[in-house]
Antibody, heavy 119, light 109 residues
Framework: EVQLVQSGAEVKKPGESLKISCKGS????????IGWVRQMPGKGLEWMGI????????RYSPSFQGQVTISADKSISTAYLQWSSLKASDTAMYYC????????????WGQGTTVTVSS | EIVLTQSPGTLSLSPGERATLSCRAS???????LAWYQQKPGQAPRLLIY???SRATGIPDRFSGSGSGTDFTLTISRLEPEDFAVYYC??????????FGQGTKVEIK
């Protein structure tokens, strides 16, 4: 079964760093792009960026460029989304999802990781 | 950045009725790189339609997509109880970002 399994919920304080993960299984991880999508409480979906684990080619939405870092470790079929200094406005659900090419729809989604940033 | 505007914001219908959802782009979406997703409360989105009109694996044929250029439509021919959810369109052809629309909620009337 093709799956993306994300790391568990996080509660952090403003200014802290964080790295959440997304592990793929049931398919060749390096053959698909992994994208990240933010959903703030009660709001819609926002595309953040995408990475090709095969060569770590990474592209960001202009809205998220410089705010987060997307990376991947193909040896363990895992993609990451990280922050160096969290803000309260980073409180959201974060989803990873795969696509066959960069210009393709996202056909398999992770279950989501809730990030709460509060003092 | 391509902006997608979905209408209406909320659609109130009864089971068995036809639902028509609209997604309009601020500029032409190349090669019909337009997808539709369904999201139910507490769940991740699910891909319904890609390439503007192709159904994803396992999606019932009551869901259909159409359109090109800047105007796209998702039609649910006969609403089933499990279809009441929020629907998002997404363009994924632009190198400057794969934006989503703001969503249309289909609720039970």
């Amino acid at each position: 079964e093709v799956q993306l399994v994300q790391s568990g919920a996080e509660v952090k304080k403003p200014g802290e760093s964080l790295k959440i993960s997304c592990k793929g299984s049931g398919y060749i991880f390096t053959n698909y792009w992994i994208g990240w999508v933010r959903q703030m409480p009660g709001k819609g979906l926002e595309w953040m960026g995408i990475i090709y684990p095969g060569d770590s080619d990474t592209r960001y939405s202009p809205s998220f460029q410089g705010q987060v870092t997307i990376s991947a470790d193909k040896s363990i079929s895992t993609a990451y989304l990280q922050w160096s200094s969290l803000k309260a406005s980073d409180t959201a659900m974060y989803y990873c999802a795969r696509s066959f090419i960069a210009a393709a729809a996202m056909d398999v989604w992770g279950q989501g990781t809730t990030v709460t940033v509060s003092s | 950045e391509i902006v997608l505007t979905q209408s209406p914001g909320t659609l109130s219908l009864s089971p068995g009725e036809r639902a028509t959802l609209s997604c309009r782009a601020s500029q032409s979406v190349s090669s019909s790189y337009l997808a539709w997703y369904q999201q139910k409360p507490g769940q991740a989105p699910r891909l319904l339609i890609y390439g503007a009109s192709s159904r994803a694996t396992g999606i019932p044929d009551r869901f259909s997509g159409s359109g090109s250029g800047t105007d796209f439509t998702l039609t649910i021919s006969r609403l089933e109880p499990e279809d009441f959810a929020v629907y998002y369109c997404q363009q994924y052809g632009s190198s400057r970002g794969k934006t989503f629309g703001q969503g249309t909620k289909v609720e039970i009337k």
